[in-house]
């Protein structure tokens, strides 16, 4: 029978040879910890072919499962990349895993301070892409934030309108060309959709706030001032969330979103 040699994690014992249910294999972790450290650190750039299997099991004086296990946690970050026969490699930039994870925790969260807090990220991140869009000053943008403004006043009803917003927003952040800011704005599209559905059904009055808005975000554009482009593309979230805010303490439920 094998022998398995017992080590102590957080008070419980766990097998030395595999892991226990529902505790982390303690040299796994040390393996992790030591591979994350210098993927992170940008020691191990992206490519970058990991120690075999057999040099840190050595190194360790770890198991195959204990090994096996480090590097799965870190595939699921998306921090490595296996290739069958070769090896494991330090994966490449993956936004789009960024994306997942982020859409996940905007639709699952339901605290008011991190509902608030993804506001405050779309504050930053949508104030920067329009300031990078008033200093390019490209007639092509122009035409792109035109044709998003002319869709939407030609809109028939709320529930388009709605659709069209979103879509405003979301290419202010492609127009930026910074592929992080488009990416977030991807993960957030559900959590910009919390948003409108509930907000829109307050009747025409928010349209045309809205539509007035996001005129002055255009307008700081086409002028090519980024410090007014920023300023009005904060404000308008700003307001929109003031907007949630009171709606959402007239219904008594919803994130409170409270200063």
Request: aromatic content about 6%.
């Amino acid at each position: 029978m094998e022998r398995a040699s017992q080590q102590r994690l957080n008070g419980r014992s766990v097998r030395q040879d595999g892991p226990e249910a529902g505790v982390l294999h303690p040299l796994s972790h040390r393996i992790e910890v030591y591979l994350r450290e210098r993927i992170l650190s940008g020691e191990w750039i992206a490519g970058h072919k990991l120690p075999s299997e057999a040099g840190l099991r050595e190194q360790f004086g770890a198991s195959r499962t204990a090994v096996r296990e480090a590097i799965r946690r870190l595939q699921g970050r998306g921090l490595l990349t296996t290739v069958n026969g070769s090896g494991s490699y330090v994966a490449g930039g993956q936004l789009e895993m960024v994306s997942q994870a982020l859409n996940a925790y905007s639709v699952l969260t339901t605290d008011d301070q991190a509902f608030s807090d993804l506001l405050e990220l779309r504050m930053a991140i949508e104030g920067d892409a329009a300031a990078k869009l008033a200093a390019r000053q490209s007639t092509d943008d122009w035409q792109c934030i035109d044709a998003r403004m002319a869709a939407m006043a030609a809109a028939i009803d709320r529930d388009e309108f709605a659709v069209l917003d979103i879509d405003f927003h979301m290419e202010l952040l492609r127009l930026s060309r910074n592929s992080l800011f488009a990416s977030l704005g991807k993960a957030l599209r559900n959590h910009y959709s919390r948003f409108v559905t509930t907000s829109y059904s307050r009747g025409e009055r928010l349209r045309e706030r809205t539509m007035t808005e996001h005129h002055r975000i255009t307008h700081a554009i086409c002028e090519g001032d980024p410090e007014a482009a920023r300023e009005a593309a904060r404000q308008h979230i700003w307001q929109a969330r003031n907007r949630w805010k009171a709606l959402a303490l007239e219904n008594g439920d919803g994130p409170k979103l409270d200063s």
